[in-house]
C-alpha cells in the first residue's frame, strides 16, 4: 500500500501495524472485508498471493466492467430522527440492525450483494444487486431476484411491522471503484440504477415493489399489473413500470384451490382421508386408493382441497415426509394423451433426491428404512387435533439439480429409458421443451413402455417421502392413458395415496380400464386399500352453520325461516349455498326482526323471499348487474373454456375488435380490468402456474461467465405473434370458480355468436402454431385448436385436424384419443338441425349431406375410415364395420360422388376396411359370399377407372381371395397372374403400405401357396414360397414386422409341413425377429407379435424331435399356463384366413412336448388334453377362416387322438 501517495495520517496509520505478524494481519483483513463490497474483496483475495505489478488505481481500472445488473432499492418505512434521548435512540439502532440482520440473512441465501445500507436525511435506503461477479446465475431474475425482492419485503412486514417500498431494474451499469484516492468505494452506476431510485421514491410508490419491462421480460412465472410510464433521467421516452401481483414459488403448476381456516361441513369425509394418511405415514406397505363421488355443486372440489392440505399438515406435525402433488382434469383433458402428467412432471422432477438406494428398485417396492433420521414420529390423535392445524396450500418441491434438464436426463439414465424418451416422452406427450435436436428413429414408441416409464418416474422421484399424496380432482375428464399410468402407481408403490374426485360414475363415464375398476370395488375393496366418500347434500344444521358464518353472527341469532329459505333457495347444495349467502352479503339483504333475530327484508313473495326460482337465475342476476363490456369479456372467457391463457383472450380480444397496433397497449389494459372485476365478482380465479407457452427450456445451468441469463442480448422479442404482445410477460390463466357459472353464461348467448367466437379463437391459435416453430409438435395445442374450429361450425378445418392429430395419436398407439377426435367432428355433424325427420345416414341427416361439395365428402370419408382403422386396431371390429360401411353408404347416396372431380381413390380403403373386418368374422353374409362378392366388383371397377396401379392390384387381390374363400381357386389363380403383369414391388411397396397399412397387393402371393395346395399342386405351393422369399421380403420395408410376418405366414407353414422346421425357424428369426428388435426394440409390439413365440416353440419341437431342448422348462411353463391361450378373437380370424390359425399352432406346443420321453408322465397327460382342447377350439374357429385352416386343424386333431392312445392313463374320453 505504501508508495501511492498516502497522506502523513495513512502513512502513520500503516506503520502503527508494522509489528503485526501474518496471523494477525489476516484476521484484521477478513475484519476490514465485512465492510467492503463483496466483488472487490474477493479480487483482493485472489491478488494477495502473488506480486503486484500495478498501482491499485490501474488494477481498479482494468476491472471495471459493464453488465447486465439487477438493482433493487428498498425503503423500509420508519420514524429515522435522532431525538437525543438515549433510550429512544437506542430502539432506533436496534431497529435499525434488526433490518440489517433479516436483509443479510436472506441475500446470503440466495447469494446476492448488498450494495449499500445507508440512513441520511432522505431515510433508510437498503440497495442489492444481483448480476456481478459471485452472483450470476441460470433463470437469475425469475428464480433469485424476484423472489428475494419479495422475501425481503413480507419479512420485514411480518417480522418487524415494517411496510416498505422498492424499485428494480434489469439493464447495463458500469460496476467497479468509483471516487478519488482517499475516498474511493465500488458502485453500479447508470441510467437503470437512477430509475430504481425514483421506483422506489413516494412519488411513484405507495408501499409497493416497481419494476421496469426488462424484469418483466425475463420472469414468466410472476404476474405482473402493468402502471402509468414515467418520465425517468436518461430515458427520452416515459419508461413503462409494472407492479409484480404474484409469485408462484409455492404454487407454480397448480390449479388447486386455498385450504380454509374455518370449513363447514364434512368433518367426518375430513377425518377418514386423515385415518387412512396416518395409517399409511406410519407403516404402509401397500398403496391405497379413496375416491370421492358427487354431484355438481356438492362441494366436492372444497373438500379434496380441505383434506388434502389438512391430511399435509397432519403428516408434517408428525415429522414424517410428505409431499403432495395435485391436478384438477379440464372438460378438454380426454383427448390429450397424458394429459394429467403433462402438467405434474416437472413438478415431480424436483422431488428427486441423490440418495438412490438402488436407483429403479424403488420402483419395483424398496423403499428406504428410515427418511427423517432418528428421532421417531410424533403421535397424532385425530378427533382432538384436527380442526386445530395451521393449513397452507402449497406443494413440496425440493431437488439439489439446478434445471429440468439435468432431472429429467438423470431420471431417462436411472430407468434405462432409450434415447427417444426425451423426444417422443418428454417433447410430444409430456409437453417439455428440448433444446437437443430431434430424434431421427423413425420407430413407433412402445406404448407400455411410455407408460411404464412415467409410473416408474413418479414412484423414483417420491421414494424418498413417508406418504404421497396424489390428489387428482374432477377425473370423469381424465384420459385414458393418464388413468392407465395411476393404476400401474397405485398397483406397484408402496407410499402413494390416490385421492380422485369425481361427478358420480353412473352418469359421468371414466375412462378408466373396466378389469382394473371392478378390481377397486372388489378384491382391492376387501383388502382395504379402496376405499369411496358418497358426498350428499348438507342438512339444515349445516345451513345454519353456514349462514353463521357468512354473515358473522352467531348461529342462535338466526330465524327459523330464513335458514328455511335459504335452504329451500339453495337446495341443500354447499356451493349454490354460498352463493345465495354471498348474494345477501352483497345486496346488504338481512335485518333485525321484531323478534330480535336476523332474517331477510320483506319482499314481494314470503314463499321466496330471494326472488330466485333457480341458482341460474340467481347467477344472471349478478352478471345482469355488470358492466356490458366486462359480460363481453366473460362471453369470451366461456366460450374459451373452463381454464385459459390471458393471452389467448387477449389476441381473440383483439380479434374481435379489429384493434390496431398503436392500442393494443390500452386494450390489454381494458381486458385485464374486466377480469380483475371478475376476479373481485368471484366469477373468476387465478391459477397460479407457469403456462405451456412460457416453460422454460431444458439446458444445463450456466456459470457466471455464461450467457443464459446475463444479458438482454440473448432475449429475442419477435416482432409479431405472441411474444410482441404488451401481456406476454406477464400471461397468467384463468379458471372459472365454477362450473356453473360457465354454464349460466353460455345459456345465455346465441349460437351464432359462440361459433362466432370460436372460429376467432381458433385463429388465434392456430397463427401460433404456424409461427412458433416448437409449437408444432405440440399435441396439447394441436387439440386446443382443433376443438374450437370443430366448435366453430367450420367442417373443413376441423376434419383437417382431426385427421392429422388422429394420425400422429394412431402412430403413438393412441387409437383411443383418435376416435373421440374423429367422433367430435361427425357429433357435431350429427348435431346439425336436430329436429329435422331426414332419413339418417352414418347418423348424419340427409338434408346434411345433400349440401356438400366434392372436397367435405372426401374429408367426411376420411373421417370415417380413419375411425374404422382406428377401431380394428383395437380389435373392435364390429365397431369398424359400421364405421366403414357408414362411410360406403354415405358415398353411395352424396350426389357429388359421382361428379367428374371427385378423386375416387378416396373410396378404396373403405373396401380394404371392409375386406379386413370380413375375414375378422365380425360381419354375417350368406353360404354364397353375395355381401363379399358385390363388395369386390365395386371396388375392382372403381380401382379400374381410376387407373391407379397402387389401388387396382389391392382391389384384384381382394378379389382373388374372395374367391378363394368360395373354392374357386383356378379362378384365384387366373386373378394372380393380373397382378403380376402390373405389380412392381420396388415402386409400388411404399406407396400400398402407406395406403393400406402394409402390401396387400404382396400378400396375394402369399395366400396362392393356399390355393395351390387346396388343388394338391405342392410344388407350385413350394415354388410360390420360394419366390415369396427371394423376390418379395428383401425388398419389403423391414420395419414394417406386420407386413413381412403376413407374408410369411403361410410360408413358414407350408416349410414346417414339409420338413422344413428349422429352416422356417431361421427365416422367421432372420426376416421378422431380428428387424422388430432392431427398429422397434425388444419391448415393442405389433398386431401378429402374440403368434411369435408359441410358432418359434413349435418349429425348434418339431424340428429337434430327437435331440435335446434348450428351453424345454420355459416351454413347459408356457403350455401349462392357461392364460398362454388366450388370444384376441381378431387375431385368430384374421391370421385363420392366411394360413393355419393361430391356436392351432399354440395347440402344437403341449402336442410336441407331450411326445417328449423326458417329461413327467402326469405332465404329458396334462399336456395332450391341453393340446386336444386348444385344437378342438381351433376347428371351430376354422369354420370361418379359408378351406386349408379346417384341413389343418383337421388332420392335427387326429395326430393328437393318435398320440393319446398311446399314452397310459390317458382318459378314454380324450381317445374316442
Known amino acids: 500500500c505504501r508508495g501511492i501517495g498516502l497522506p502523513y495520517e495513512g502513512e502513520k496509520l500503516l506503520r502503527h501495524f508494522d509489528d503485526f505478524d501474518s496471523s494477525e494481519l489476516n484476521w484484521l483483513k477478513r475484519m476490514i472485508s465485512l465492510y467492503v463490497h463483496p466483488v472487490v474483496a474477493n479480487e483482493e483475495h485472489e491478488s494477495s498471493s502473488h506480486v503486484k505489478h500495478e498501482t491499485d488505481y490501474d488494477r481498479n481500472v482494468a476491472a471495471a466492467e459493464l453488465r447486465n445488473v439487477y438493482t ?27 433490518i440489517m440482520t433479516i436483509t443479510t440473512r436472506h441475500l446470503d441465501r440466495a447469494q446476492g450483494h448488498l450494495r449499500q ?30 423472489p428475494l425482492t419479495f422475501t425481503i419485503v413480507q419479512s420485514l412486514q411480518d417480522e418487524l411491522g415494517i411496510k416498505v417500498s422498492a424499485g428494480a431494474t434489469f439493464e447495463k451499469a458500469y460496476c467497479g471503484v468509483v471516487g478519488g484516492v482517499n475516498r474511493h468505494e465500488f458502485a453500479v452506476l447508470g441510467p437503470a440504477v437512477n430509475l430504481a431510485a425514483r421506483l422506489m421514491s413516494p412519488k411513484h410508490n405507495s408501499d409497493v415493489i416497481l419494476v421496469d419491462k426488462n424484469v418483466r421480460l425475463l420472469t414468466s412465472q410472476i404476474f405482473f399489473r402493468p402502471l402509468p410510464a414515467v418520465m425517468a433521467k436518461g430515458y427520452a421516452d416515459p419508461v413503462p413500470i409494472f407492479q409484480p401481483m404474484k409469485i408462484s414459488s409455492d404454487q407454480q403448476g397448480s390449479r388447486w384451490g386455498h385450504a380454509k381456516k374455518k370449513f363447514v361441513g364434512r368433518a367426518s369425509e375430513i377425518k377418514q382421508s386423515m385415518h387412512v394418511a396416518k395409517e399409511m405415514a406410519l407403516n404402509s406397505v401397500t398403496s391405497k386408493f379413496l375416491f370421492v363421488s358427487a354431484p355438481s355443486g356438492t362441494g366436492k372440489s372444497s373438500l379434496m382441497v380441505q383434506a388434502t392440505e389438512t391430511v399435509r399438515a397432519m403428516v408434517k406435525k408428525m415429522k414424517k415426509r410428505v409431499i403432495v402433488t395435485r391436478y384438477i382434469s379440464n372438460e378438454g383433458d380426454s383427448r390429450i394423451p397424458f394429459s394429467l402428467f403433462r402438467s405434474i412432471f416437472k413438478d415431480l422432477l424436483r422431488q428427486i433426491k441423490h440418495d438412490d438406494e438402488g436407483s429403479v428398485a424403488s420402483s419395483k417396492g424398496s423403499r428406504p428404512s428410515s427418511r427423517r433420521g432418528s428421532s421417531g414420529p410424533v403421535d397424532f390423535e385425530i378427533d382432538k387435533e384436527w380442526d386445530s392445524l395451521s393449513l397452507q396450500s402449497h406443494s413440496t418441491k425440493s431437488s439439489i439439480m439446478s434445471t429440468d434438464a439435468t432431472r429429467f436426463r438423470f431420471i431417462c439414465e436411472e430407468l434405462n429409458a432409450p434415447p427417444e424418451f426425451a423426444e417422443v416422452v418428454g417433447k410430444r406427450l409430456l409437453g417439455l421443451k428440448s433444446t ?16 411404464n416409464f412415467i409410473a416408474d418416474a413418479f414412484i423414483r422421484c417420491t421414494k424418498h417421502a413417508d406418504l404421497v399424496l396424489l390428489a387428482l380432482d374432477d377425473v ?31 352418469t359421468n363415464h371414466l375412462a378408466v380400464d373396466e378389469k382394473f375398476w371392478s378390481e377397486l370395488h372388489g378384491a382391492y375393496k376387501e383388502e382395504g386399500r379402496y376405499m369411496e366418500i358418497n358426498l350428499g347434500l348438507f342438512s339444515e344444521t349445516d345451513a345454519q352453520e353456514m349462514i353463521a358464518y357468512h354473515l358473522d353472527i352467531s348461529v342462535d341469532k338466526i330465524d327459523g325461516s330464513f335458514l328455511r329459505n335459504v335452504f329451500t333457495s339453495s337446495g341443500g347444495m354447499p356451493h349454490y349455498l354460498s352463493y345465495v349467502l354471498e348474494t345477501i352479503k352483497r345486496n346488504d339483504l338481512t335485518v333485525e326482526l321484531d323478534n330480535g333475530l336476523i332474517g331477510l327484508k320483506s319482499s314481494e313473495s314470503a314463499e321466496s323471499k330471494l326472488g330466485f326460482k333457480s341458482v341460474n337465475d340467481l347467477l344472471l342476476y349478478r352478471l345482469d348487474a355488470l358492466d356490458s363490456s366486462v359480460r363481453t369479456t366473460l362471453h369470451l372467457a366461456a366460450v374459451l373454456g373452463t381454464e385459459f391463457d390471458l393471452l389467448d383472450a387477449a389476441l381473440t380480444y383483439e380479434e374481435m375488435f379489429d384493434v390496431i397496433d398503436s392500442d393494443r397497449f390500452q386494450s390489454a389494459m381494458e381486458l385485464c380490468a374486466h377480469f380483475d372485476v371478475a376476479e373481485k365478482e368471484g366469477i373468476l380465479e387465478q391459477v397460479v402456474s407457469s403456462t405451456k407457452h412460457d416453460q422454460d427450456e431444458f439446458g444445463d445451468p450456466a456459470d457466471e461467465e455464461g450467457n443464459l441469463c446475463t444479458g438482454l442480448e440473448d432475449v429475442f422479442i419477435s416482432p409479431s405473434g405472441r411474444k410482441s404482445h404488451p401481456l406476454y410477460s406477464d400471461n397468467r390463466r384463468y379458471r372459472f370458480t365454477h362450473d356453473s357459472w360457465k354454464t349460466s353464461i353460455l345459456s345465455v348467448m346465441l349460437d351464432g355468436r359462440k361459433e362466432e367466437m370460436h372460429e376467432q379463437i381458433a385463429t388465434v391459435l392456430e397463427r401460433e402454431i404456424v409461427e412458433e416453430t416448437e409449437s408444432k409438435d405440440d399435441l396439447e395445442l394441436q387439440i386446443h385448436v382443433f376443438k374450437h374450429w370443430n366448435l366453430s361450425g367450420n367442417f373443413i378445418k376441423a376434419a383437417e385436424l382431426a385427421l392429422m392429430i388422429g394420425g400422429q395419436l394412431m402412430i403413438l398407439g393412441l387409437n383411443s384419443q383418435a376416435i373421440l377426435l374423429y367422433d367430435d367432428v361427425l357429433n357435431a355433424l350429427e348435431q346439425i338441425s336436430p329436429f329435422d325427420s331426414a332419413k339418417k345416414l352414418g347418423g348424419i341427416r340427409s338434408s346434411i349431406i345433400d349440401t356438400f361439395d366434392t372436397n367435405h365428402l372426401e374429408l367426411l370419408i376420411k373421417v370415417y375410415i380413419a375411425k374404422g382403422k382406428a377401431l380394428c386396431n383395437l380389435a373392435k371390429g364390429r365397431a369398424g364395420a359400421e364405421a366403414y360401411q357408414s362411410a360406403l353408404d354415405i358415398l353411395h347416396y352424396t350426389p357429388c360422388a359421382f361428379e367428374q372431380d371427385f378423386d375416387r381413390s378416396v373410396s378404396f380403403p373403405i373396401f380394404s376396411g371392409l375386406f379386413l373386418v370380413l375375414k375378422m368374422g ?61 405389380y412392381d414391388i420396388e415402386t409400388q411397396h411404399v406407396a400400398i403400405c402407406k395406403a393400406y397399412g402394409s402390401d396387400r397387393v404382396g400378400q396375394a402371393f402369399s ?30 420395408d423391414p420395419k414394417n414386422a406386420h407386413n413381412t410376418f403376413c407374408l410369411l405366414y403361410s410360408v413358414i407353414v407350408t416349410m414346417k409341413e414339409h420338413d422344413k422346421a428349422l429352416e422356417a425357424r431361421e427365416l422367421m428369426i432372420a426376416s421378422i425377429v431380428a428387424p422388430f428388435e432392431e427398429h422397434v426394440g425388444s419391448g415393442g409390439s405389433t398386431f401378429t407379435k402374440p403368434m411369435w413365440q408359441p410358432i418359434l416353440m413349435v418349429l425348434d419341437m418339431q424340428g429337434n424331435e430327437d435331440k435335446e431342448i434348450e428351453h424345454i422348462d420355459e416351454y413347459l411353463d408356457w403350455a401349462l399356463d392357461d392364460s398362454s391361450y388366450a388370444l384376441k378373437s381378431v387375431i385368430e380370424g384374421a391370421m385363420g384366413n392366411f394360413s393355419a390359425t393361430p391356436l392351432a399352432m399354440f395347440a402344437e406346443v403341449p402336442y410336441y412336448l407331450a411326445k417328449r420321453k423326458e417329461v413327467d408322465l402326469e405332465k404329458r397327460k396334462c399336456l395332450i388334453q391341453t393340446a386336444c382342447t386348444q385344437m378342438e377350439k381351433s376347428l371351430e374357429n376354422a369354420q370361418k377362416c379359408i378351406p386349408y385352416a ?18 397310459d392313463g390317458i382318459n378314454s374320453t380324450y381317445s374316442a
Open 72 to 98: 433493487c432499492f428498498i425503503s423500509p418505512k420508519i420514524d429515522y430522527n435522532l431525538t437525543g434521548d438515549e433510550e429512544k435512540d437506542q430502539k432506533l439502532f436496534h431497529r435499525l440492525n434488526d
Open 117 to 146: 445500507f445507508i440512513l441520511d436525511d432522505k431515510g433508510v435506503v437498503l440497495i442489492f444487486t444481483f448480476g456481478l461477479r459471485g452472483s450470476t446465475f441460470p433463470n437469475m431474475i425469475a428464480q433469485r431476484a424476484i
Open 436 to 451: 437437443t435436436a430431434p430424434s431421427t428413429a423413425s420407430k413407433p414408441p412402445d406404448l407400455n413402455k411410455i407408460l
Open 476 to 506: 370423469h375428464w381424465m384420459d385414458e392413458m393418464s388413468w392407465k399410468v395411476v393404476q400401474a402407481i397405485f398397483e406397484r408403490s408402496e407410499n402413494v395415496l390416490t385421492f380422485c374426485g369425481s361427478r358420480p360414475p353412473s
Open 922 to 982: 365380425v360381419i354375417e353374409q350368406n353360404e354364397g359370399g353375395s355381401y363379399e362378392v358385390g363388395l369386390c366388383k365395386q371396388f375392382v371397377e372403381q380401382a379400374r377407372l381410376n387407373n391407379d396401379p397402387v389401388h387396382y392390384g389391392r382391389a384384384l387381390a381382394m378379389q382373388g381371395e374372395t374367391l378363394a374363400r368360395l373354392g374357386k381357386f383356378e379362378e384365384a389363380l387366373d386373378n394372380l397372374e393380373t397382378i403380376k403383369s402390373i
Open 1007 to 1036: 395366400h396362392s401357396v393356399n390355393w395351390n395346395h387346396a388343388l394338391g399342386r405342392t410344388d407350385a405351393a413350394l415354388a410360390t414360397c420360394k419366390y415369396i422369399v427371394e423376390e418379395i421380403v428383401p425388398k419389403s
Open 1190 to 1207: 379346417k384341413s389343418y386343424a383337421e388332420e392335427k386333431i387326429a395326430a393328437i387322438r393318435a398320440l393319446a392312445a398311446e399314452l
